[in-house]
């Protein structure tokens, strides 16, 4: 069996209760009046129905893998001189993940417009179904066509013809969103493939309304959280004070670094993350070009570890600053600036504003250039 995996951004989500209180702390400044708005996730679950899949697999298909609970766990259904048929009950617009362990893979939704699915997986397409499903099907074709083509070119000196169509990608993923909020077709981005935490906060914003068909399809819950606890930290606003030992156990406060006339950049981490990790590079360029210029870097940790913290910061010989309470997910820094998935950025102004948040690599270098070549 081949099956393909789906990588997700959301590698370092909390599993999350169905439904949930959340509270939205902003603590302005240094200690200063603290605001509370309680967020409900209210998730519409709906009834199950059964639900027909059939079609032709792969030349050479045996067994159809059909997953139903994106993406863990796989059940298996025989294919008969190339046919196969599956009758499930699933709850409407449940996301199902189907695969022939050839060729053939795509993701299907439930749905009652009709009860029933043909798909071709010699091509991975939907014959015939509901106009959800041949909709969205459209933009899987669409996307794969775009990274087999990808593919091509992954080793590449120059990056221009994979930059390129991976900007291609990213425009179709955010079609399906935009192009479809009367629907649950944008549930498959946002939350199942985790793009979600790869989109600015004002791009976000645009498809995180309450009115939207898809808002309280139960997987958008984490998408949910992550958006409410992004408010914490959007530009415009003070810092939120901390207070973290860093690597000798000594405590400190952001207010000895912030509002000191310089700018402060908090870079929120982790050992275990691996983009994390690969970005350390850049960060250190980042660090040798505007230390002298003033500018502050400030590495808060989500390490649980102590000596895997410390290790990661030797070995990478990383020469700023290092925060953290070793408390993972529970730090008080995920609580206080929303942080809900790694690596993230917070940049705050020479008076204790925050300026920018979610910037990485190039772009994060692009907008320090600007300023400090501005200055």
């Known amino acids: 069996m081949n099956k393909k995996t789906i990588i997700t951004a959301f590698p370092t ?57 994106p993406y863990v766990d796989y059940k ?5 001189e190339g046919k196969f048929r599956i009758t499930v009950r699933q709850p409407l617009h449940k996301f199902l993940q189907i695969e022939d362990g050839e060729n053939g893979w795509m993701v299907i939704i439930v749905d009652s417009m009709p ?11 939907v014959v015939e179904g509901s106009p959800l499903n041949l909709r969205f099907n459209h933009y899987q074709l669409a996307k794969g066509s775009i990274e087999h083509e990808m593919e091509q070119h992954m080793e590449d000196e120059d990056r221009t013809i994979y930059d390129s169509l991976d900007q291609k990608r990213k425009d179709v993923e955010w079609k399906s969103i935009i192009e479809n909020l009367d629907n649950v077709i944008p549930v498959y981005v946002l939350s199942l493939n985790g793009q979600a935490v790869m989109y600015a906060p004002e791009k976000l914003a645009e498809c995180m309304k309450e009115e ?25 606003q003070d810092y939120h004070e901390l207070e973290l ?15 000191h006339g310089n700018y402060v950049l908090l870079d929120f981490w982790a050992s275990w993350c691996g983009p994390c990790m690969g970005s350390m590079p850049m960060m250190k360029e980042i660090h040798n070009s505007y230390v002298s210029k003033g500018l502050k870097i400030i590495g ?26 070793l408390r993972g997910w529970e730090s008080i820094a995920s609580e206080t600036y929303g942080v809900r998935a790694i690596p993230e950025t917070v940049l705050i102004d020479p008076n204790g504003k925050i300026l920018l948040t979610g910037l990485r690599e190039q772009a994060l270098e692009k907008k320090l250039d600007e300023i400090f070549n501005d200055k």
């Open 115 to 125: 009860a029933r699915i043909t798909v071709d997986f010699r091509t991975n397409k």
């Open 13 to 69: 989500f909390r599993r999350l209760p169905v439904a949930f209180l959340l509270a939205l702390v902003t603590l302005a400044g240094q200690g200063q009046e603290t605001k509370v708005q309680e967020h409900v996730f209210a998730p519409v679950v709906n009834d199950t129905i059964d639900f027909v899949i059939e079609g032709t697999a792969s030349e050479g298909a045996d067994t159809i893998y059909l997953d139903e609970r």
């Open 245 to 259: 030992p860093d690597t000798t156990g000594t405590v400190h406060r952001l207010s000895e670094y912030v509002g």
């Open 300 to 325: 808060i940790s989500f390490d649980s570890e102590r000596d895997k913290w410390l290790s990661a910061i030797q070995r990478l010989e990383l020469p700023w600053l290092h925060l953290s309470d």
């Open 212 to 236: 939207y068909a898809f808002a309280h399809h139960p997987e958008m819950e984490k998408v949910w959280k992550y958006y409410w606890a992004m408010q914490k930290r959007l530009p415009g």
């Open 76 to 80: 298996e259904y025989p294919v008969e």
